[in-house]
């Protein structure tokens, strides 16, 4: 039960983070967005040093938790930005989803891991409740999608969904979530100051003013990251996976309050919310 709990608080401040960075990507362009919350993130684990026994961690559990960090936050969170910035929040949170079966699929094949029925039958049913909320969504913007750029969610798709496997096996060698978790970001971070250095540095400089507006996206993203490896930590892949991206049931909710930042939203959404709460209750009563 334990995985499960870090999987839904993983999955909410995922969602609740999409209204900073749709903020943010309003100011500044997604490389610049992407290394400014990985700065802040990276630097508010510097606390959790204390409780961690470095020792603990071989040479190839640290090689594994970067290779997961370049993967996911590193490229995922540099394509998912750029599809908030050229789809939209509610596109992107829509096509998330189908990250549980790929990431399933991937589970199966590294991991050997054997997903039951119930775990299957929650997995789609947390997808069809995606799409239908996306369905409904799309029919309220009035943002123009160019095909191509669907792309970009899709292809941070990917990269998450090989990273929660790689994850895995780094915990299974070496169980300690949060050095994982500053490791992975360590390695993501580097990833997005290569690319802001010889492509945005003399053209887009940081400014202070860039912290300031990203501070609390940061800070949120460094707890969703922690769930997260909690969550990889207590239970297998294909089961918290799924949960971790039931965000559009959270970004449904959220969008009440943020429509600015999110999207307007009707009552037809509502029943693909009630379709991922169904499978929710699944994996509750695996």
Request: hydrophobic residues 55%.
């Amino acid at each position: 039960m334990i995985e499960i709990i870090f999987a839904i608080l993983s999955s909410f401040t995922f969602a609740y983070n999409v209204i900073g960075i749709r903020r943010g990507l309003q100011k500044m362009d997604y490389i610049t967005c992407s290394l400014i919350v990985s700065v802040i993130t990276t630097m508010s684990y510097i606390p959790l040093l204390l409780f961690i026994n470095i020792s603990n961690v071989n040479a190839t559990s640290a090689l594994l938790f970067a290779l997961s960090g370049i993967l996911a936050p590193g490229l995922a969170r540099l394509f998912f930005f750029q599809s908030i910035q050229r789809v939209g929040a509610m596109i992107t949170s829509s096509v998330m989803p189908s990250q549980p079966i790929i990431t399933a699929i991937f589970a199966v094949i590294i991991l050997s891991e054997k997903p039951s029925p119930k775990i299957w039958i929650g997995i789609i049913a947390i997808i069809i409740g995606a799409i239908i909320i996306e369905a409904s969504m799309s029919k309220n913007r009035t943002q123009k999608v160019k095909t191509p750029w669907i792309i970009l969610p899709l292809l941070g798709v990917i990269s998450g969904s090989l990273g929660d496997p790689i994850r895995k096996i780094a915990l299974n060698i070496s169980n300690e979530p949060i050095l994982g978790t500053i490791i992975a970001n360590l390695a993501s971070l580097t990833l997005y100051y290569g690319i802001y250095y010889f492509k945005i540095k003399k053209d887009r400089p940081i400014k202070s003013e860039d912290f300031k507006l990203m501070f609390t996206t940061g800070i949120i993203m460094a707890l969703a990251w922690i769930f997260t490896f909690y969550a990889l930590s207590y239970g297998e892949v294909t089961k918290v996976t799924p949960i971790i991206n039931t965000q559009p049931l959270f970004i449904y909710f959220l969008a009440h309050f943020f429509p600015k930042e999110i999207g307007k939203v009707h009552l037809r959404p509502l029943i693909g919310a009630i379709i991922i709460i169904i499978g929710l209750i699944l994996f509750l009563f695996i």
